[in-house]
C-alpha cells in the first residue's frame, strides 16, 4: 500500500481575516460600551463612531443590535475598508447594512453626525508622536460628539512592552507574533510589528508594523481634559484565582504596574 502525505487545507492567506482573530472580538467591544456608557449616562448608547475603522468588524457587530442602532467607521485605508465591507457588511441583513456607513477619510477631517460613543482602539491613536497632533485629534473628537457624549481609548503599558522582545500566542491553526523591535526610552517613540505563522508554513513576518509613540494613562487624561472633556475614567482589569486578567474592567486611581497590561480610558463630554 503506498502512502501519501496529508496535506493541509488551507485557504490563501488573508492578513485582515488573522488579525481578527488574534487581536479582536466586537461582541465584547460592543458590550463593555454599552456597560459603561450606561454607567456614566444612565442610559444606553445608539449610534457609534469607530475611528481608524479597519475592517469595521464592530461597526458591523453594533447595528445587530436593533433598528435604532447606527454606525460610521472612518479609515484612510481602502483596502481592510473593501474586506470589511465584503466580509462583515456582507454578512449583515439589508436593513442593518443601511446603518453602517463606510467612510474613507481622515478622523481629523471626516464630517459625521455627532454620535452617543467615538473610540479609537487598537492603540490606533499613538500614530500621533507629537502632543500638538493628539490635542488636535482628540479637540476634533470631543467637537464630533453629542453633549452626553462618551469617547474611549485603549492602551497599552508595562515593563514587557518598553523591552525588545517577542510575545507568542497559539490559536487554532496558526501562531501570533507581538514583537517590540525598538523603544527609545528618551521619547517613548517605539516601533511594534505583527507576524503570523500557520501550521505547516513558515512565517510571515511582518505582516503588520506599527511606528508609534506609547502615551501613558497620565498624560493621556491629562490632555483630554485639557481639550475640554468634563472628566476622564481609567480602567484597570480585574484578576482571576490565577492571577490573570479576567477581562472585567472596574474604575482605578491606584494600579501597580504589572509586567504587561492593555486596559481603557472613558473621556466624558
Known amino acids: 500500500m503506498s502512502k501519501t502525505k496529508s496535506k493541509v487545507d488551507l485557504k490563501p492567506f488573508n492578513k485582515y ?18 456597560e459603561k456608557y450606561e454607567e456614566i449616562r444612565g442610559k444606553e448608547p445608539k449610534t457609534l463612531r469607530e475611528d481608524f475603522c479597519g475592517t469595521g468588524a464592530i461597526s458591523c ?15 484612510l485605508d481602502p483596502e481592510p475598508i473593501e474586506y470589511g465591507k465584503e466580509f462583515h457588511l456582507g454578512s449583515l441583513d439589508k436593513e442593518e447594512q443601511k446603518r ?10 471626516a464630517q459625521t453626525p455627532k454620535t452617543d460613543v467615538i473610540f479609537a482602539f487598537n492603540f490606533s491613536y499613538f500614530i500621533f508622536k507629537k502632543r500638538s497632533e493628539l490635542i488636535k485629534y482628540f479637540t476634533s473628537v470631543k467637537n464630533s460628539l453629542k453633549d452626553d457624549g462618551v469617547f474611549f481609548i485603549d492602551l497599552f503599558g508595562g515593563p514587557d512592552s518598553q523591552t525588545v522582545m517577542t510575545d507568542e500566542i497559539k490559536h487554532p491553526g496558526f501562531k501570533y507574533f507581538w514583537d517590540c523591535q525598538y523603544f527609545n526610552a528618551i521619547n517613548n ?28 494613562m497620565r498624560e493621556l487624561r491629562d490632555i483630554l481634559e485639557e481639550v475640554g472633556f468634563s472628566q476622564t475614567i481609567g480602567y484597570w482589569e480585574g484578576e482571576d484565582e490565577d492571577g490573570d486578567g479576567d477581562g472585567n474592567f472596574f474604575e482605578c486611581e491606584d494600579a501597580d504596574n504589572c509586567d504587561a497590561w492593555v486596559t481603557y480610558i472613558a473621556a466624558i463630554k
Do not use: T
Open 189 to 216: 517613540d517605539c516601533r511594534f510589528a505583527i507576524h503570523f505563522k500557520r501550521k505547516g508554513e513558515k512565517k510571515r513576518k511582518d505582516v503588520f508594523v506599527y511606528e508609534w509613540r506609547m502615551w501613558g
Open 100 to 109: 453602517v456607513h463606510y467612510i474613507l477619510d481622515d478622523v481629523m477631517k
Open 61 to 75: 457587530e453594533w447595528v445587530k443590535q436593533g433598528e435604532e442602532y447606527q454606525s460610521w467607521g472612518i479609515d
Open 17 to 34: 481575516y488573522y488579525y481578527e482573530k488574534a487581536v479582536q472580538n466586537p461582541e465584547n467591544e460592543v458590550e463593555f460600551f454599552n
